[in-house]
């Protein structure tokens, strides 16, 4: 075999590999997409339905339609959500921008401080954050629900039930954040907040107009890391979150899988939906996740 | 005018870990005083104290004990931006997100400067730079060389008293090092500020210090002009840290034989015996019978007679680097090892007889025990 015909087989080799993963990847989706366009609420089925129907997706969007209760008889009925999915879409969103927000704010400046300022149990609290990482959230679910429960009766905003309550405990996963902004800090040379020192700038100045302009990359990391958790976390709100105009987009979908009728249709709908703020934060944020934001500063 | 004047008494650097306890002393009592206009070379091997001492003067590291002065005034509790200083690191530490040009403005922006006034000077540094033309650009599209005059620059536009350079040249190539330190040099001239540069490089110590002030292990171990160092080393540290190749260091004993005064190398029978005449019998008279350090500089050592101070010397040739106008002669002689810089295109082959005229009027002793300079 010459070089060209063997650097072919290597190529085809990996190309056949990476189509076998996208199918792996892309079948679940599909199926998905397929599901909320079907007449029905049947999970399984052809990829292509034998006849297109919007039925799911004007539902998801709160419109009314006439649904077919007996295909025999042509019998049908009108079908109108009480609470339309897409204000748990916006829930979704709303809660999700907010905490992710605040676990940049928190976790940011927790991080500026473990990596830079010295001071005194620095390391025992590090540690401790992170073998409190590896509990997941779901263990402190109890604690989660008395604590709102208790604080609600004295601030009713942030009680159970409510959204200021839901972003609060949201708030408490910022641990392996933390260690990932302040490895992002600690790689970033000394030198140049010395530097912005030197020139005149406060520690609070060096961190706004130095540290997080050049750290933008990492943020967007957590951003759209902590949004996408949040996005599609359930446990948790569904704990907390009790009535319908409340729940979020993962609540709302779980609330059409009945043990006696799960609406597949629906609930595959609402999912495809919920990958929408996904994507369009993942594009938006993408442009500051370039490698190289710190290249020529410095010379190591 | 003695603004720029920078005044170190008792300087004393302690670190100290998470709950206080001092861990390592960098910095251990040093007392220096720098001229307002004088160019000062701190030099020394990593982990002498020189960049330690360095960033204390700029404000960088806290002062454990003892007193800085800049231009008369104490600045132990001063902020780096009020001790009119500046700093250029060893790897620039420009702002990447920032243009060039706001590199250089950074500082102004920050003490409230007029827009007109900003743009004055930086425009006025940047041209006296040849950085005129890439102000809108941002660090990475730059070069190296290109970088460090920003850093240059960015420290002359804070017009500061003092100027502290941390190693800011060995980051560079062989090539633009030899340009940035004329440009320095010619800068400082330009200027008249006083200027502190740190480095380990004796090279850039000796050709750009007024004075240089050689450190170890958080000690001054002298602090002389360029060619002071070089010729009357104050101990055996500075004799072997300055010049390349160093001096050649024979350790042995002082004897004497027949009434005179005579340097025996080494403990072995066949050790290199020197005799010590005129002035080195009047130096090593207190020390007969005592360990001392025999050192001669590389060029010191001839491979012709030239005058009665020379005394020859029966060596084996061990390796040889010819250079073209002078060789590099390292020699067996004894029991020790000597390197001699000979001038002239003579070739000298492994292995070769040759017997070295020892300029005994260019000889430094040292006492073994405290490595002292006997005088």
């Known amino acids: 075999m010459t070089a060209s015909q063997k650097l072919l087989v290597r190529k085809t080799i990996a190309h056949a590999f990476m189509i076998c993963f996208l199918i792996l990847i892309l079948v679940p989706f599909v199926m998905v997409v397929s599901a909320s366009f079907r007449q029905g609420n049947f999970a399984p089925s052809r990829f292509i339905p034998d006849k297109v129907s919007l039925d799911h997706w004007r539902y998801v969007f709160g419109i009314p339609y006439q649904e077919v209760v007996n295909p025999a008889t042509g019998e049908t009925r009108l079908i109108k959500p009480t609470t339309p999915p897409l204000f748990w879409f916006w829930n979704s969103i709303k809660v999700s921008f907010i905490a992710s927000t605040g676990i940049i704010l928190l976790s940011g ?25 590896m509990f997941p959230m779901v263990l402190s679910l109890v604690a989660f629900y008395v604590i709102l429960d208790f604080l609600g009766q004295y601030f009713q905003w942030t009680g159970l039930n409510t959204h200021a309550g839901l972003i609060m405990v949201y708030l408490g996963g910022i641990s392996n954040y933390i260690w990932m902004i302040k490895g992002y800090f600690e790689t970033i040379p000394p030198s140049m907040e010395e530097s912005a020192r030197i020139d005149g700038a406060s520690q609070f100045q060096t961190f706004t107009r130095i540290l997080i302009p050049i750290s933008l990359p990492i943020f967007a990391v957590v ?52 990958g929408v703020p996904i994507t369009v934060v993942f594009l938006m944020c993408q442009r500051f996740v370039i490698g190289g934001l710190t290249s020529g500063g410095v010379k190591e | 005018m003695s603004e720029g004047a920078v005044d170190i008494k008792n300087l004393v650097k302690t670190y100290v870990d998470d ?15 720098i001229e307002d206009g004088e160019f000062m070379v701190l030099v020394g091997p990593s982990g002498c104290g020189k960049s330690t001492t360095l960033r204390m003067v700029a404000g960088l590291e806290k002062i454990s004990s003892g007193t800085i002065s800049i231009g008369g005034r104490v600045v132990n509790e001063l902020e780096p931006k009020d001790r009119g200083i500046a700093m250029v690191f060893q790897n620039y530490a420009l702002y990447p997100h920032m243009t060039i040009f706001n590199n250089m403005a950074f500082g102004l922006q920050l003490a409230k400067k007029t827009k007109e006034f900003i743009s004055e000077s930086v425009g006025r540094t940047s041209k006296a730079l040849g950085l005129d033309h890439m102000l809108e650009r941002k660090p990475h599209a730059l ?84 060619l002071t160092l070089y010729r009357q080393p104050d101990n055996l540290f500075v004799a072997g840290f300055i010049g390349s190749p160093p001096m050649n260091l024979l350790k042995g004993k002082v004897q004497k034989r027949d ?42 050592l001839a491979d012709q007679v030239k005058d009665s101070a020379h005394i020859p010397v029966v060596s084996t040739v061990e390796i040889s680097e010819p250079m073209g106008s002078e060789s590099l002669v390292y020699l067996k002689a004894g029991t020790g090892n000597m390197i001699a810089r000979i001038h002239g295109e003579h070739l000298y082959h492994l292995g070769e007889q040759v017997t070295i005229q020892v300029n005994l009027d260019k000889v430094s002793l040292f006492d073994a025990a405290t490595e002292n300079v006997i005088r």
């Open chain 1, 109 to 133: 400046s927790a991080a500026y401080a473990f990596a830079r300022l010295q001071f005194r149990f620095r390391a025992i609290t590090l540690n401790s954050l992170l073998i409190l990482q």
């Open chain 1, 223 to 274: 951003f759209i890391l902590s949004f996408i958790s949040y996005m599609s976390e359930y446990p948790v709100a569904s704990v907390v979150l009790q009535s319908g105009d409340n729940w979020t987009l993962a609540v709302g979908a779980n609330s059409f899988l009945y043990e006696q009728e799960k609406l597949w249709g629906r609930f595959a709908a609402l999912a495809v939906l919920s």
């Open chain 2, 19 to 33: 709950r206080g306890r001092p861990t390592f002393t960098a910095v251990k009592n040093i007392s220096l005083h």
């Open chain 2, 143 to 226: 070069s190296g060389g290109q970088r460090q005059r920003v850093a240059l620059g960015r420290a002359i536009v804070r017009s500061p008293k003092v100027f502290l350079f941390d190693e800011p040249l060995s980051n560079l190539d062989a090539k633009m090092r030899v340009q940035m330190r004329s440009e320095i040099s010619k800068l400082h001239a330009q200027l008249g500020s006083t200027m502190i540069y740190v480095t380990h490089d004796q090279v850039e110590a000796m050709t750009m210090g007024d004075r240089i002030c050689v450190m170890r292990d958080g000690n001054i171990m002298q602090v002389a002009d360029p």
């Open chain 2, 259 to 300: 009434g005179s005064l005579v340097f025996v190398e080494g403990a072995e029978k066949n050790g290199l015996t020197l005799p010590l005449q005129g002035r080195l019998e009047t130096l090593a008279s207190k020390y007969v019978d005592k360990d001392i350090v025999f050192g001669v500089r590389p060029e010191h």
